[in-house]
C-alpha cells in the first residue's frame, strides 16, 4: 500500500461549483497535511496546511483532516477558471522524517 | 523577496551523460530540499541539505548526489544518467524551526534522450 493515496482524475466541473479533493494515508505517525496547487509547466504552490486533525479556511478554500480514518480532504467553494491546476496532497514531515510524501495529485478542469 | 529559483530551466542530455542542477533557496532559508516528478506523479523525495550537510535521503541510487554551500544554495549532481531520469526536479526551501512549510521553485526539466 502507498503511503499516499490519491485518485488522479481528471476532474471537471462547470464554473460555481464545489470542488472536492481527497487522499488517504497509511501511516498514523503523521501529523502535517499539506494541500499544493501546480500549474502546467509550474513548481507546486503551498496552499495550506493543517496539523492534526480539523479543519482550516482560507478565503474559497477548506481543508479538513480526519486522522481516525486517515482522511484528508480539500474543498473550494465558487471554483473559478482559474482554479485549473493539479492539486497535490502531502503528509509529513514528522516522527523523526523531513520529507514531504506527496500523492499522485488530481488534475481539475473548471469550465466557465 | 526573492523565491526559490532554479536553474537552468530545461536540459537535454544522453543517457550516460552527468548533469548538474542549481538552486537558490528563499531569502532567510537555510534548509534545501530537492525532489523528483515525474509525469503524471507526485514529486519523490531525494534528499534534503542542512547546515551542508545530507541530513536525510530517500529511496533514489548513489548517482544522486548533492552539495550544499556556505550561501544555503545547492547543487544536485546526478551521474550515468537513464532513460528514467526524464522528470522534473524541483528544489524546496524552508526554515529548520517550520519544516512542514516547504517553498518550491519552478523546477528544471530534464529530458534524456
Known amino acids: 500500500q502507498k503511503e499516499v493515496e490519491q485518485d488522479p482524475g481528471p476532474l471537471s466541473v462547470p464554473e460555481g461549483a464545489i470542488v472536492s479533493l481527497n487522499c488517504t494515508y497509511s501511516?498514523?505517525?503523521?501529523?502535517?497535511f499539506m494541500w499544493y496547487r501546480q500549474y502546467s509547466r509550474k513548481g507546486p504552490e503551498l496552499l495550506m496546511y493543517?496539523?492534526?486533525?480539523g479543519n482550516k479556511e482560507d478565503g474559497r478554500f477548506t481543508a479538513q483532516v480526519d486522522k481516525s480514518s486517515k482522511y484528508i480532504s480539500l474543498f473550494i467553494r465558487d471554483s473559478q477558471p482559474s482554479d485549473s491546476a493539479t492539486y497535490l496532497c502531502?503528509?509529513?514531515?514528522?516522527?523523526?522524517?523531513?520529507?514531504?510524501?506527496f500523492g499522485k495529485g488530481t488534475k481539475l478542469s473548471v469550465i466557465p | 523577496d526573492a523565491g526559490v529559483t532554479q536553474s537552468p530551466t530545461h536540459l537535454i542530455k544522453t543517457r550516460g551523460q552527468q548533469v548538474t542542477l542549481r538552486c537558490s533557496p528563499k531569502?532567510?532559508?537555510?534548509?534545501v530540499s530537492w525532489y523528483q516528478q515525474a509525469l503524471g506523479q507526485g514529486p519523490q523525495f531525494i534528499f534534503q541539505?542542512?547546515?551542508?550537510?545530507?541530513?536525510q535521503r530517500g529511496n533514489f541510487p548513489d548517482r544522486f548526489s548533492g552539495h550544499q554551500f556556505p550561501n544555503y544554495s545547492s547543487e544536485l549532481n546526478v551521474n550515468a544518467l537513464w532513460l528514467g531520469d526524464s522528470a522534473l526536479y524541483l528544489c524546496?526551501?524552508?526554515?529548520?524551526?517550520?519544516?512542514?512549510?516547504?517553498?518550491f521553485g519552478p523546477g528544471t526539466r530534464l529530458l534524456v534522450l
Open positions: 524546496a526551501s524552508s526554515l529548520p524551526t517550520d519544516p512542514e512549510t516547504q517553498y
Open positions: 501511516n498514523s505517525a503523521f501529523q502535517y
Open positions: 493543517t496539523y492534526s486533525s
Open positions: 502531502a503528509i509529513g514531515p514528522g516522527a523523526g522524517s523531513y520529507q514531504l510524501t
Open positions: 531569502s532567510g532559508h537555510d534548509t
Open positions: 541539505y542542512y547546515e551542508e550537510e545530507e541530513r
